[in-house]
């Protein structure tokens, strides 16, 4: 395989740490990178002035793929989020985020093996905030039917393609009869010429709530708004040991930006303990993307040895006494010695 751009994106918080992490895994597997370090969020507002810099935007667009570590946005008041404006920017419209339980840590939720896909270009996401009188704020929800068919037509094709049997719409339609009405029509619409090889169902979203810590297994492909996907993703990566666990990629034309659910985690950033795991396995399916699937599996195969056999090389947030680095270590170490030694499908 020749050799790959990709553009390195560490973020701020913990994202330095995990993203390095990530970064060295996949430089174990063989993979020839030509990695382009670059600066957006919290860092590039206080050096450039704008979170997201243009010339970011279009190396991205030259490469075609992006790694990305998280980035800090204030509550509230300053800056507007360098994730949605780099979504947006770039037509990242479709979050696939793959929540699967972890041999090794077991949870007391049991197994979980499902996929989120969120929108991720509209919806309440979209900014539109007035003051229409003092003391009276509204915020506008944006649903189209194009972005609804687009993401659902997503959602059907994943599933045939990493075989997968159901997709269920998630939604609030009996509220939001107007905006998640037609998510779900659209939904529903683009489930008919799937429907021999993709089953479609549907399911409000406080009801998904309760089902998913009551059994999640019986869940295969979610299909979400924006916010309902933010919300349910990190509900999801509760499931199966937390955030430091769960990967995942935004996809629009021509480009892809793989990053992990979580976010910067001020309250840990700097202590080296984050964990990378969630970053490394963003790297994965960067490297399944690519076109190396050998790689992806390596690497998954790899973190799953280390949770299973070396507790005490986890980080604390899995009840170990390791630290990123060390953690990071375990996982090159183990990616290296199969890339010698290769089992079946690596
Ligand atoms: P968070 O995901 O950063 O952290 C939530 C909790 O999970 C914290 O206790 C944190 O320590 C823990 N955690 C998260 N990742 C972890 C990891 N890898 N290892 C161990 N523990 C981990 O969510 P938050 O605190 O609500 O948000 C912090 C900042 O991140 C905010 O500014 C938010 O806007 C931003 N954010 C960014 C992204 C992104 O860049 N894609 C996503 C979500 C949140």
């Avoid at 390596?298 to 056999?309: E, F, M």
Wanted: glycine share 10%; charged share 25%.
């Amino acid at each position: 395989m020749s050799k790959r751009r990709v553009v390195l994106l560490p973020g701020d918080g913990i994202g330095p740490e995990v993203v390095d992490a990530a970064r060295r895994v996949v430089d174990a597997t063989g993979l020839d990178i030509e990695w382009v370090p670059m600066e957006i969020g919290a860092i590039a507002f206080e050096k450039y002035g704008d979170t997201l810099p243009a010339d970011v935007l279009e190396e991205i667009r030259r490469c075609g793929v992006a790694l990305k570590g998280p980035t800090t946005t204030p509550s509230g008041t300053g800056h507007q989020s360098a994730n949605v404006r780099l979504r947006k920017e770039l037509g990242l419209f479709a979050n696939v985020r793959p929540v699967k339980s972890v041999p090794g840590l077991e949870t007391p939720y049991g197994h979980t093996d499902l996929v989120i896909v969120r929108e991720n270009t509209e919806d309440l996401y979209a900014g539109l905030e007035n003051e229409i009188a003092p003391g009276v704020i509204t915020s506008i929800k944006v649903i189209t039917e194009v972005a609804s068919r687009r993401i659902a037509k997503f959602a059907f094709e994943y599933a045939i393609r990493w075989h997968r049997k159901r997709v269920t719409a998630v939604h609030k339609a009996n509220i939001m009869k107007k905006a998640d009405g037609l998510f779900l029509e659209c939904a529903r619409q683009e489930s008919l010429p799937y429907h021999e090889r993709v089953k479609f169902d549907d399911i409000l979203v406080d009801a998904l709530a309760m089902k998913l810590v009551t059994r999640p297994s019986q869940f295969d492909v979610l299909l979400l708004e924006n916010l309902y996907g933010d919300i349910v993703s990190d509900l999801a990566a509760g499931l199966i040991g937390g955030l430091g666990l769960a990967p995942g990629a935004n996809f629009g034309p021509g480009c892809a930006v793989f990053e992990a659910i979580h976010g910067s985690a001020p309250d840990i950033a700097g202590k080296g303990i984050a964990n990378p795991i969630a970053m490394i396995l963003s790297a994965a399916m960067m490297c399944h993307h690519m076109g190396d699937a050998e790689s992806y599996t390596r690497i998954r195969r790899s973190v799953r040895a280390i949770t299973t056999a070396n507790r005490d090389a986890l980080t604390p947030d899995l009840g170990g006494k390791g630290t990123s680095r060390s953690l990071a270590d375990a996982i090159v170490h183990e990616v290296e010695r199969r890339r010698r030694a290769p089992v079946d499908g690596e």
